[in-house]
């Protein structure tokens, strides 16, 4: 069964700082999707990023980056030079692909990051 | 262009009645998926519609769930006989298409329908 774990429940920083959020995740498949998304007050999530089993490169928008490292199961967001912002909730989610419908996701419980000014 | 909107935007219910919730997903858009958020958590899949079809039901927690996307477009959720821990958030998102063995599309959420059971 697939599972996606963030174990940080909430981070608080002062703006300007760098921060990452932690994701970890367990699947069987070989073909997977990995994703981002964020969650701000009013309540819509807002996709942020996909990464495929395949791609372990790094990706850089921004002040957001994300690093996969299929070695340890973790797909890791950092944003540098937070800005307030940037408070909302953040969830990792997974879909593999082949063992079930492509695009049903496995949410992980989110991190709730406060940039405080 | 219009995204995906949901009503009705809150809802308060009793214990045992019925509700339906609707979600309009972007046009166009074939794949649509019901998810559940309870407090705290990350949104737990309940059923996906590729079409008119149900492709995928297997998060649907009982039978008390039903949901229908009639002509392919708008979809409905109903819960009979409400329960007081059927209270969550109701997230509708779609994307343009999620073939099975392929790679998933950028599904685009709702706000959400905030169902309250007394």
């Known amino acids: 069964a697939q599972k996606v774990t963030q174990a940080q429940t909430e981070i608080s920083v002062v703006e300007k700082e760098d921060v990452t959020l932690d994701c970890v995740y367990e699947?069987?498949?070989?073909?997977?999707?990995l994703f981002w998304y964020k969650q701000p007050p009013s309540g819509e999530l807002v996709f942020l990023i996909r990464r495929n089993s395949f791609d372990e490169q790094n990706e850089i928008s921004g002040r957001y980056s994300w690093n996969f490292q299929k070695s340890t199961s973790s797909f890791n967001f950092t944003i540098t030079a937070s800005q307030v912002v940037d408070s909302a909730v953040y969830f990792c989610?997974?879909?593999?692909?082949?063992?079930?419908?492509?695009?049903?996701?496995?949410f992980g419980d989110g991190t709730t990051l406060t940039v405080k000014p | 262009g219009a995204g995906v909107s949901q009503t009705p935007s809150n809802k308060v219910t009793e214990k045992g009645k019925y509700v339906e919730l609707r979600c309009d997903p972007i046009s166009g858009h074939t794949a649509l998926y019901w998810y559940r958020q309870s407090l705290g958590q990350g949104p737990e899949f309940l059923i996906y519609f590729q079409g008119t079809g149900a492709a995928d039901d297997s998060g649907l927690p009982n039978d008390r769930f039903f949901a229908v996307r009639p002509e392919g477009s708008v979809s409905t959720l109903k819960i009979q006989r409400t329960e007081r821990g059927d209270s969550a958030v109701y997230l509708c998102?779609?994307?343009?298409?999620?073939?099975?063995?392929?790679?998933?599309?950028?599904?685009?959420f709702g706000p959400g329908t905030r169902l309250t059971v007394l």
């Open positions: 998102a779609s994307s343009l298409n999620s073939p099975r063995g392929g790679p998933p599309d950028t599904q685009y």
């Open positions: 989610a997974l879909s593999e692909v082949y063992n079930t419908n492509a695009g049903k996701s496995t």
């Open positions: 699947t069987r498949d070989t073909t997977y999707y």
